[in-house]
């Protein structure tokens, strides 16, 4: 294989079509959060009854804060990511990927009723596309087993459940410029909506910290 046609197999559609319906989600719940915070849901600010111990128990001076518009600020930045990356994702998304998450789904779904005019062609884009040698190579072995492996009917069979396979194939491998450029705005926009919850994460980890080293792991039970 072409180093060229290795490169071209980077982060296939179905890979971005599993982050896709999960973005929806993701969506939903930033945009629920970010909401609480930009109206000042009562108990945001001081969220942790923990931190409250923590202090009195330490001594320590008051953990530093993200405001609630900070935090706003930064879910809002992450889901303009994620939501440029399903843009993306959805206008370049063949549909066949967008309703099937393998090649066997398709030729068990749409594949069984595709007629002899379609299915010639999709040969005819497989002819043209890089895995054309595979698609003829396989059919040449196939056609060398008749009689001796396979009957002419189930080596036709054969041939045309490859043929969709190959064509699912390269379908889910199209269009790799709109393929790295969603995968980037989709990890860019993930890992900026980590950050509210990793800043919570070290707060919290400060405040236990602080408790275990003044008083103890008791203090945790107490």
Known sequence: MKKSQKIGYFLPLTFLRFIFRNAA??????????????????????????ASAGKRASGLPRPPYAGANSLSACVAFGLCFVA????????????????????????????????EYARGLIEIRI????????YIEFCDRMINRIDSEYSREQATEEMSNALLHFYFAEQNNKYLVARIAASIFFSVGFIILLLPSMWVFLKVANVLWALVNEHGLGALYS
């Open 25 to 50: 989600n993701v969506l939903t719940r930033s945009a629920s959060l970010a909401g609480r915070r930009a109206i000042g849901r009562p108990g945001v600010r001081s969220s942790s009854g923990l």
């Open 84 to 115: 440029v990356g399903s843009a993306i994702y959805s206008y370049w998304c063949p549909k066949i990927i967008k309703r099937y998450a393998s090649a066997s789904e398709f030729a068990g779904g749409d594949g069984a009723h595709i007629g």
């Open 127 to 134: 002819q043209k596309s890089p895995r054309r040698s595979e």
